[in-house]
């Protein structure tokens, strides 16, 4: 099930809220709330989805109390082995399979199995709760209805942000507060006029040029570039947008969910700019695969590997493709220069550093958005051939002004306009007008065709 759904915007949403206001004070009532709102969740995508994760949730909680009982590091690799694999076969296998009937020219066919909602993140939900529970982060012996309840969380289900095990049990404890009904109403309209009044707007021009490349069509340089930089935008809107709503309806809930974004596309540098984007990934694979590594703190080549296998796994972990793999060991190059090139952080001192980190991402998205590594090798070589005579597309001229203004809600507006932000009329016309757009985004809901998350497909 999505947000943007109209059987969740006008049914399920309205009637949970009213459910959530008449039980505020009632401190047993959040559990048998968020346990309904996930079963529903997971049920839209069918029983299957539902019993998958209660069976997981089940796996893991045993693996928890068994890990609490005995410290023991084989026990405990064995424990995250068996966590992860439900996800390297359902997602991997495949990809593996195609590859092996490639280089060996054989002809194993390819397993079909079903994709349960949300596996790749509350799979990394099970990582960290297991790791925490080794390390002895989490205090008493956890309850299975409550690993259940974090594991298949709904407003976190489909596209994050991933959240720790500890912040999910504050949540469940805290009280829910009146007066977060309406920041968390205007967190939720946030997030869905970015969604369907950005991102669902610049779709169509991503869509022609990306999709065009994949039939094999030719186009101009710079319609490429503009193609190229209006993916970026809505994958942008799009993520960011999602994580509003999920931190709204959090909110809602008295569930502190963390922040995933900090205006990534005004990063001055590659270090600066994954510091800003998708920050509860790249969070977890700080604390739960690069220091455990040894992080920075090691000789140089024991460095370069550490940073070589979290980048690759990033790029498997978003996608079983080769564009994926290629995507994420761009984004190690890159980080190695800023680390041990002494100009490469100079650069990032200056505005130019900006310019560079808009260029590197936006060409690194490009393979992020290709269906395949040759697709985007295509579109890559397109957006560099200068000496092309192509006319420029009416499309990408016809979507430049819209593209620009997106471009101008990238800047940290608030940051910029403190002073204003802070008087209070002004807070009440900003409310005010962010609720009014979110009414006009949900009336556009009804009057468009449905467009899943981006990254409800990771």
């Known amino acids: 099930m999505s947000f943007t759904l109209p059987i969740f915007l006008f049914l399920l949403l309205p009637c949970f809220t009213l459910t959530v206001w008449l039980t505020r004070k009632r401190s047993d009532a959040k559990k048998y709330l968020v346990f309904f709102a996930n079963a ?15 069976v997981y949730s089940c796996v893991i909680w045993v693996f928890s109390i068994i890990l609490t009982k005995k410290k023991n590091k084989v026990l405990f690799a064995g424990t995250l082995i068996l966590a992860v694999m439900p996800l390297l076969t359902i997602k991997y296998s ?22 349960p909602l949300g596996i790749s993140f509350f799979s990394f939900e099970a990582l960290s709760f297991l790791s925490d529970v080794y390390h002895n982060r989490i205090g008493d012996s956890v ?143 700080r604390d739960y695969v690069y220091i455990p590594l040894g992080g920075n703190r090691c000789s140089v080549p024991r460095h370069v590997f550490n940073l070589l296998t979290v980048w ?31 100009v490469m952080r100079k650069i990032g001192e200056r505005w130019v550093g900006h310019v560079y980190t808009l260029l590197c991402v936006n060409l690194l998205w490009v393979l992020f958005r290709a269906e395949n590594l040759s697709t985007a090798g295509r579109y890559l070589a397109g957006m560099l051939r200068l000496s092309a005579t192509i006319q420029t597309e009416t499309i990408a001229f016809r979507f430049l002004p819209y593209l620009l203004m997106a471009m101008m809600l990238c800047l940290p507006w608030k940051s910029i306009l403190r002073d204003a932000t802070e008087n209070k009329w002004l807070q009440i016309c900003r409310r005010t007008a962010v609720l009014l757009l979110g009414l006009l985004a949900i009336c556009a809901v009804v009057n468009t065709n449905y467009a899943p998350y981006i990254y409800g497909a990771f």
């Open 40 to 54: 529903i969740f997971c049920l839209w995508n069918g029983a299957a989805g539902m019993l998958f994760v209660t």
């Open 143 to 285: 309850m299975f209805t409550d690993t259940l309840l974090y594991l298949s969380f709904f407003p976190t289900i489909t596209s994050g942000p991933i959240i720790r095990y500890r912040d999910f049990e504050t949540g469940l404890r805290n009280p829910v507060k009146s007066a977060d009904f309406w920041p968390a109403a205007e967190r939720f309209a946030l997030g869905i006029c970015k969604k369907m009044l950005i991102a669902d707007k610049l779709a169509p021009l991503a869509n022609y040029y990306f999709d065009g490349i994949a039939a094999g069509n030719d186009f101009s340089f710079i319609g490429l570039w503009i193609g190229s930089f209006a993916y970026s935008l809505q994958l942008y809107f799009d993520f960011s947008g999602y994580t509003d709503m999920a931190i709204g309806i959090g909110r809602l809930l008295g569930f502190e969910l963390c922040e995933n974004f900090d205006h990534p596309y005004c990063a001055s540098g590659i270090t600066d700019f994954w510091r800003r984007w998708h920050i509860s990934l790249s969070r977890w694979f």
């Open 312 to 342: 690759l796994l990033t790029g498997i972990w978003h996608g079983a493709d080769w564009s994926f793999v290629f995507w994420g060991l761009g984004y190690f190059i890159l980080l190695l220069l800023e680390k041990y090139v002494p």
């Open 94 to 115: 495949s990809f593996m399979i195609r590859n092996m009937n490639t280089v060996f020219q054989s002809s194993i066919r390819l397993p079909a199995f079903y994709v």
